[in-house]
């Protein structure tokens, strides 16, 4: 299987997506912004450092994000295909990136970017809520991903929260910080010949779809 970069602005789905495609291919998932909230209910050093970077809305340092990949890519799951969910986000960690596939002599895969309005993101971000225990994602406001019983995780049954980064004020840092740090890697990647693009629909499962046309062509 051919490994994806998810490259969106922040609430495009590439969470949603993910799982999606996790569950259909067996994809290795690794969401850096899940391994940094692990790090932070561990309160190890990483997570010290990345909390207050996080809270407001601001990334954190390459070298920590790049050690994180490092250690999760050669994992086992990993071994036939893995989905990066946030990473790269910056033009050095691209560069990186590049550099770590080549020690370990892995292939970059495709590149999906899922465009989505910055309103439309704004919205989704401040109803999202996500279940602390297995890290499924819902949303307050649509019919298609919220849960059964309101506030409650489907599978878990325990109460959802919501993310320290999804306020309005952070959302727009966030975005803010993406335009500018993130927006390049989608030259990087499309001079490479490995972009393509798909649109956030308002059905997670039309843009299921189209991701799937791209990995099975
Ligand atoms: P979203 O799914 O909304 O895009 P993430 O969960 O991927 O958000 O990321 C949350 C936060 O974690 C980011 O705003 C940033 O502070 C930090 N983060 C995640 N990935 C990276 C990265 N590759 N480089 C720097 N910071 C990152």
Redesign the pocket.
């Given at each position: 299987m051919k490994n994806i970069i998810f490259l969106?602005?922040?609430?495009?789905g590439?969470?949603t997506l993910s799982e999606m495609l996790v569950e259909k291919y067996g994809y290795g998932h690794i969401?850096?912004?899940?391994l940094?909230?692990e790090e932070i209910k561990n309160k190890t050093e990483i997570g010290k450092q990345?909390e207050s970077?996080?809270k407001e809305?601001?990334?954190?340092?390459?070298e920590v994000?790049i050690e994180l990949i490092s250690n999760r890519i050669t994992k086992s799951d990993c071994e036939n295909g893995y989905i990066l969910?946030?990473?790269?986000?910056?033009l050095n960690?691209a560069l990186k990136y590049d550099e770590l596939l080549d020690r370990l002599g892995k292939e970059l895969g495709v590149v999906i970017y899922i465009n989505i309005d910055k309103e439309v993101a704004m919205k989704r971000?401040c109803s999202r809520i996500t279940c602390p225990k297995c890290g499924r994602i819902y949303n307050k406001y649509s019919n298609e991903m919220k849960p059964k019983k309101d506030g409650m995780c489907d599978d878990c049954n325990v109460p959802l929260t919501q993310?320290a980064?999804?306020s309005e004020e952070t959302f727009i840092k966030?975005f803010d910080?993406y335009v500018n740090k993130t927006m390049p890697l989608y030259d990087y990647y499309k001079n490479k010949g490995v972009l393509k693009v798909i649109e956030a629909h308002e059905s997670k499962f039309e843009t299921f779809n189209d991701a799937v046309k791209i990995i099975e062509d």
């Open positions: 969106a602005p922040p609430a495009a590439k969470g969401s850096t912004g899940d940094l909230r990345a970077l996080m809305g601001k990334f954190v340092s390459d994000i969910d946030g990473f790269p986000r910056t960690q971000a993310r980064d999804d966030r910080e």
